[in-house]
């Protein structure tokens, strides 16, 4: 992490427009009774195989979860996020959150990141310059500043790990069965929102559903296929491959 920054935020709401904000399952709920499209996005792994960064392995295990995917198994990280192509539904005309003392979590975390792995840099935030020159600190020696602000942090990265196995159930109950290999990608669907209600409404059983990863690239389709996992490289119909 960065070693001094401090900041203020502006509430220029840049950071409420084109970013689609991830949610914790209880958010997700929230987010679909107010009528909101939620996105889902999805990446798989081998745990100590293809798509594993070994760097981060603690923190990626734990927001994963195990499922089937040809001959072997495969660990599913999902999320599940409010689709936002533009302005949040809930930024009014003055930029102001409607929502602001209900608003989700990393709406109140942002700019720091959660992934404990990516440092913090400004110059990779939409917030200004001068929201940077400003205000208290927020990171002091290499750490948050704010106990309030890393309580949030650690309560979203906890969800990640409560939440997964749930999302996971919510996806195979829904047939969203696909997914990218972690580094390769993420696949993204946009779930008819009220089946995706019912069955966060009472998330069903696993249903031991077989996955799929969706790769482009065909050396590594055929390396993929050599460890036993499934793939397909077909345009896909219900989701969109998203490459890096
Ligand atoms: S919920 Fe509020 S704070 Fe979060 S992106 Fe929407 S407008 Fe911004
Ligand atoms: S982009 Fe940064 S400065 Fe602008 S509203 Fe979001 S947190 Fe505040």
Not at 54 to 70: I, K, M, N, T
Request: proline share 6%; charged share 20%; glycine share 8%.
């Amino acid at each position: 992490m960065t070693d001094n920054l401090r900041f203020a935020c502006t509430g220029c709401g840049k950071c409420c427009t084109g970013h689609h904000v991830p949610l914790t399952l209880d958010e997700a709920r929230q987010w679909a009774a107010s009528g909101g499209q939620v996105v889902v996005l999805i990446e798989a792994f081998v745990a100590d195989g293809p798509g594993m960064p070994e760097e981060q392995r603690e923190h990626v295990l734990r927001r994963s979860h195990p499922v089937a995917c040809g001959d072997t198994v495969a660990r599913v990280s999902v999320t599940f996020a409010a689709f936002n192509p533009g302005r949040c539904r809930n930024l009014d005309d003055n930029d102001l959150c409607t929502i602001y003392d209900a608003r989700p979590l990393v709406c109140r975390i942002y700019p720091v990141e959660i992934n404990p792995h990516i440092p913090l840099r400004p110059e990779n935030k939409d917030c200004p310059t001068e929201a940077w020159q400003q205000g208290p600190a927020l990171i002091h020696g290499s750490q948050l500043a704010d106990a309030g602000l890393a309580a949030l942090v650690e309560a979203s990265r906890q969800a990640d790990r409560d939440d997964i196995a749930a999302k996971v159930a919510v996806c195979q109950a829904l047939g969203m069965t696909t997914s990218a290999l972690k580094g390769n990608g993420f696949t993204a669907y946009l779930p008819e929102m009220g089946a995706f209600a019912t069955a966060l409404a009472q998330v069903p059983e696993d249903n031991g559903a077989r996955w799929t990863l969706h790769v482009q690239d065909e050396a590594l389709t055929a390396s993929l296929r050599g460890v036993g996992l499934s793939t397909t490289s077909e345009t896909p119909v219900y989701y969109a491959f998203i490459g890096f």
